[in-house]
């Protein structure tokens, strides 16, 4: 035990003076740090033990209200059962979120109320989805700070110190004017303009430094924009791609803040949560690497367009491009260069352009024949 204490003791003082403050806590609380032993023989070390786990995968998603939450929590529900997947945020949901499944208050800027929700439920995956998007960060660079970089920390120090596979994701926002855009290979020069573009490729290099410090089974992809019919982006720079959709559908009008030639890569939200769920999966000695491109599609304003007067011809598409949002647009990849993926697990998407359409327009349609049928 006391051998115990001084290796705990120890382990504090290389790393983080959150993470020393959380060991001091634990062993000054005089909790029975013989049930944590395990956890914490994950650093430095690979975690020989089962890690407490057992074999049942239990999920916790933070950021779950945001756009891609509640899809992911549906498949990762399907795989483990409902009550191994818990969504958790610091809104309150609609009701259906309740019956679909465990909903939670976490804060993940109060690194306790994290230990307890991982404890309490003894969890082994955090999916980490809290984050402000590229331009509310910018218009706020205080809060994408305390979100995006603190509130991170606290999820590596929870992750290191329970042992969990965590998942964070990245994004084209981790690029900057000086990358090579056409495509964007895995490894290249990283100079973001935006505060959500420092705070990604530090966590990138943050998950990457504590796998290869303390054995954290920490993963990451760099997701392109992601679009979805039911739920929606909020604040960042591709959001314009979902909201076309909408306005298409609801009065034929829609004023894109972005030029109709930028071209950014795009992806369906089904190959997103797929792409994240599949990942997960790759046994941890399989992946040679921690962060991975994927990539889809890639597409203009103009182009999406296009595709959807195919089937509503009458729609109209004018520009009233905003400053902010076009200057992070043309610093980000016009496509990602994602071969590692493909080679390493197997990534494939299955929605280009077309399909795209079709699905969203069916899917948003039938949402809102649902809606008023209430
Ligand atoms: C944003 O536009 O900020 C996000 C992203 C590409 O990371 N959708």
Same mark, same amino acid.
């Given at each position: 035990?006391?051998?115990?204490?001084?290796?705990?003791?120890?382990?504090?003082?290389?790393?983080g003076?959150?993470?020393?403050?959380?060991?001091?806590?634990?062993i000054?609380?005089?909790? =029975?740090?013989n049930?944590?032993?395990?956890?914490?023989?994950?650093?430095?070390?690979?975690?020989?033990?089962?890690?407490?786990h057992?074999?049942?995968?239990?999920?916790?998603?933070?950021?779950?209200?945001?756009?891609?939450?509640?899809?992911?929590?549906?498949?990762?529900?399907?795989?483990?059962?409902?009550?191994?997947?818990?969504?958790?945020?610091?809104?309150?949901?609609?009701?259906?979120?309740?019956?679909?499944?465990?909903?939670?208050?976490? =804060?993940?800027?109060?690194?306790?109320?994290?230990?307890?929700?991982?404890?309490?439920?003894?969890?082994?995956?955090?999916?980490?989805?809290?984050?402000?998007?590229?331009?509310?960060?910018?218009?706020?660079?205080?809060?994408?700070?305390?979100?995006?970089?603190?509130?991170?920390?606290?999820?590596?120090?929870?992750?290191?110190?329970?042992?969990?596979?965590?998942?964070?994701?990245?994004?084209?926002?981790?690029?900057?004017?000086?990358?090579?855009?056409?495509?964007?290979?895995?490894?290249?020069?990283?100079r973001?303009?935006?505060?959500?573009?420092?705070?990604?490729?530090?966590?990138?290099?943050?998950?990457?430094?504590?796998?290869?410090?303390?054995?954290?089974?920490?993963?990451?992809?760099r997701?392109?924009?992601?679009l979805?019919?039911?739920?929606?982006?909020?604040?960042?720079?591709t959001?314009?791609?979902?909201?076309l959709?909408?306005?298409?559908?609801?009065?034929?009008?829609?004023?894109?803040y972005?030029?109709?030639?930028?071209q950014?890569?795009?992806?369906?939200?089904?190959?997103?949560?797929?792409?994240?769920?599949?990942?997960l999966?790759?046994?941890? =000695?399989?992946?040679?690497?921690?962060?991975?491109?994927?990539?889809?599609?890639?597409?203009?304003p103009?182009?999406?367009?296009?595709?959807?007067?195919?089937?509503?011809?009458?729609?109209?598409?004018?520009?009233?491009?905003?400053?902010?949002?076009?200057?992070?647009?043309?610093?980000?990849?016009?496509?990602?260069?994602d071969?590692?993926?493909?080679?390493?697990?197997?990534?494939?998407?299955?929605?280009?352009?077309?399909?795209?359409?079709?699905?969203?327009?069916?899917?948003?349609?039938?949402g809102?024949?649902?809606?008023?049928?209430?």
């Open positions: 035990m006391m051998l115990l204490v001084q290796m705990m003791r120890g382990t504090a003082m290389h790393a003076s959150r993470w020393s403050r959380s060991v001091e806590r634990l000054s609380s005089g909790r =029975d740090i049930s944590s032993a395990h956890h914490f023989s994950g650093f430095g070390e690979a975690c020989t033990l089962s890690c407490g057992g074999d049942q995968t239990k999920v916790l998603i933070t950021g779950g209200l945001g756009q891609l939450g509640i899809g992911l929590a549906k498949l990762l529900r399907r795989r483990f059962g409902k009550n191994n997947v818990i969504l958790s945020d610091i809104r309150k949901p609609p009701s259906h979120v309740y019956d679909d499944g465990p909903f939670i208050f976490s =804060d993940i800027l109060d690194f306790k109320n994290l230990r307890e929700i991982v404890v309490n439920n003894n969890i082994s995956w955090l999916i980490h989805y809290s984050a402000v998007l590229s331009a509310v960060g910018e218009n706020n660079i205080a809060l994408a700070k305390e979100v995006n970089i603190t509130g991170f920390h606290n999820i590596l120090d929870v992750a290191t110190e329970h042992g969990l596979r965590v998942f964070v994701p990245s994004t084209i926002g981790a690029f900057g004017p000086s990358s090579p855009r056409d495509p964007t290979p895995e490894l290249c020069v990283q973001p303009q935006t505060i959500y573009g420092v705070s990604k490729v530090h966590a990138e290099l943050m998950g990457e430094y504590y796998h290869h410090r303390y054995g954290l089974d920490f993963r990451c992809l997701y392109p924009g992601i979805s019919a039911d739920s929606q982006p909020g604040g960042g720079t959001d314009y791609a979902v909201q959709f909408h306005a298409a559908l609801k009065t034929g009008h829609f004023e894109c972005l030029r109709g030639d930028t950014l890569p795009m992806m369906y939200i089904d190959d997103c949560v797929r792409a994240t769920l599949e990942f999966e790759v046994p941890t =000695d399989s992946l040679p690497s921690r962060t991975y491109n994927i990539n889809a599609m890639a597409f203009t103009q182009e999406l367009t296009q595709e959807i007067q195919k089937v509503l011809p009458d729609l109209k598409v004018t520009y009233n491009v905003d400053p902010l949002r076009q200057a992070i647009a043309d610093g980000w990849p016009k496509a990602l260069e071969s590692s993926a493909r080679r390493d697990w197997g990534w494939k998407h299955e929605y280009n352009l077309p399909e795209l359409v079709q699905t969203m327009l069916a899917l948003i349609t039938q809102k024949q649902m809606a008023e049928a209430c």
